[in-house]
Every structure is written in structure tokens, then in C-alpha cells.
């Protein structure tokens, strides 16, 4: 029997869209680009030859159309990973329920997922300007705690050296971080040759949760230090940013493929940062629409 959707678990608009995006299921594309900034969309989509939809809802900005003959869909999520729990869902739902009856679609719709945005480098090796590519992800965040199936999508062992490591207990940095894979053949398609493949923290805030002081003290002041001594199995932690790690679990609990890939903008360790990097970041999008 199939599975139904109800309407408060699935809020459908009046006009057939899903309910935040305010896409309808025949706009979107097999193959993904998510990008933080709504403004980004128009930069992404610039290089299309051609638009099917353009379509704007609160920070969830969203084109559709073709790149050298391949079909591509362009969203903006917003910052954080409850963003991408929203976004990810919908585009799901979008591939994967029919509309009209509410019932899951017999057969499976399989989305390739890559998100583009910017980073801090925690390596010396990581300079501003750096392109990474997200192997795996350490979610600060917890949303991959709230489904089912986490434990055995996420890297147990991994989860369990870093928590030692950071010596975190009780409701410190509360709550628990959870190691997720990215899908292997996207990142080695994505990241070929010339991007960093690295271990990405996603992060719950920009300031104290990527160890920034400014006003409030943190709870532990060494926690960026520690995060760049943290090596298990030859890798070390490469990046902050924050929402990577919703997009890999997710992606992977309902049988996606998704990476991130991003252009390091702050080097935390020299303490530089570009604020000119909107000038570099197209770099990066050309590379991902060749490649995606």
C-alpha cells in the first residue's frame, strides 16, 4: 500500500506548488545547485542558455533551466542547516510524492545535490581562495539526530574520537556532533584534481558555534584549537561553514547524492579573510556546472 501525505504534513499551495519553495514538481530538475545567498541564483543562472521558471519566496529563490544541454535547477537556501531540512524535504517531496493523490510515486527519483557557498579555512593549507570540497561533514548542528536511521548512515567511530578529543560532556556545545559521508562517486566527479577534499564542520552559528568571541565569552575558549589538532585516520578538520551536514544526511537517509563545495573566504588560522571574494566565487560555480 502507499504511503499517504497529509496535509499538515505535507502543505501543498492552492496553486499545486510545495509549500516554502513555491515550486511545482514539473520544474524541477534532476541535477541541484544550492547556493546560501538568494542573490546567488541569479549569478548561477546567468550561465544558462535558456530559464523554464523563475520564482522568488521569502529567502527560497529558485531557477530552472539548461546548461549545455543538461537540465539544472538552481535554489537558494538561506544560512543554516534548518534551512536545508526545509529545502531538501521539499525538493524530495517534489521528486518523489504525487501532488494530486498524496502518495508516495512508485518509483524512486534519484537527485544529485551540490551546494556552492563560501567557508573559513582552519588549515595552513587552506588559504583564502582555496576551493574544498566537502568528503565529510561534522554537523554542530543535531538535525540528522532527529530521523530515524542516523546511526547507520553516520561515521559512529569518527563521532566518538571527536567527542573525545574536544573533551566535551554534560551540555557543553550541547548538542552531540555526528560524522556524515558525502556521496563518494559526486565528490570524485565534483572535486577531480584541483579542490581540497576535506572534513568540513558545519556549524550552528557564525560566531560562537565557529569559536568567535566577541562580546559573550565562549563556553570553551580552546575549541578552535583543538578542532585543528583533530586528525582520525590521516584526515584533519578542514573548514567551518554551515549547512553541509544536513545536506550529505539527509541526502543520503533518502537516497540522494549530494556534496558541498566551497571557496574559503576567512583563513581562521592566519587570521586573514577576502571580502572580495564575490569577484572569484563564479570560478567555482563554472567548474560545478561542467561537472554536476
Excluded at 18 to 46: C, M, N, T, Y
Excluded at 47 to 64: G, L, M, P, Q
Excluded at 225 to 231: A, G, L, Q, R, T
Excluded at 257 to 273: D, G, L, S, Y
Amino acid at each position: 500500500m502507499k504511503r499517504y501525505f497529509a496535509e499538515s504534513e505535507l502543505i501543498i499551495n492552492s496553486d499545486g506548488s510545495v509549500f516554502h519553495l513555491h515550486v511545482k514538481p514539473e520544474f524541477l530538475a534532476d541535477k541541484v545547485i544550492l547556493v546560501g545567498d538568494p542573490g546567488r541564483v541569479e549569478l548561477v543562472a546567468s550561465h544558462f542558455d535558456n530559464k523554464e521558471c523563475d520564482i522568488e519566496s521569502r529567502e527560497f529563490h529558485t531557477i530552472t533551466g539548461t546548461y549545455k544541454g543538461k537540465r539544472i535547477t538552481v535554489a537558494s537556501t538561506g544560512i543554516g542547516c534548518d534551512n536545508v531540512d526545509i529545502v531538501v524535504n521539499e525538493l524530495d517531496a517534489l521528486a518523489n510524492i504525487n501532488f494530486s493523490t498524496r502518495e508516495e510515486n512508485e518509483n524512486f527519483h534519484q537527485l544529485t545535490l551540490v551546494r556552492i557557498g563560501t567557508c573559513g579555512g582552519l588549515q595552513p593549507y587552506t588559504p583564502t581562495g582555496t576551493f574544498i570540497c566537502s568528503q565529510k561533514s561534522i554537523g554542530f548542528d543535531g538535525l540528522l539526530n532527529f530521523y530515524a536511521g542516523r546511526n547507520a548512515v553516520c561515521n559512529l567511530p569518527m563521532e566518538r574520537a571527536f567527542l573525545n578529543h574536544m573533551g566535551w560532556s554534560g551540555n557543553m556545545c550541547a548538542p552531540a556532533p555526528y560524522v556524515i559521508s558525502a556521496d563518494e562517486e559526486l565528490v570524485d566527479r565534483i572535486a577531480k584534481d584541483d579542490m581540497v577534499r576535506g572534513v568540513t564542520i558545519a556549524c550552528g552559528g557564525f560566531f560562537g558555534p565557529q569559536g568567535r568571541q566577541l562580546r559573550v565569552p565562549l563556553a570553551d575558549p580552546n575549541q578552535n584549537e583543538k578542532i585543528e589538532s583533530f586528525e582520525y585516520e590521516g584526515q584533519k578538520i578542514t573548514n567551518f561553514e554551515m549547512e553541509s551536514s544536513a545536506l550529505a544526511g539527509l541526502a543520503k537517509l533518502m537516497g540522494h547524492k549530494a556534496t558541498t563545495v566551497c571557496m574559503v573566504i576567512a583563513n581562521r588560522v592566519a587570521q586573514k579573510a577576502d571580502t572580495g571574494y564575490k569577484n572569484h566565487i563564479d570560478d567555482l560555480i563554472k567548474l560545478v556546472l561542467d561537472r554536476i
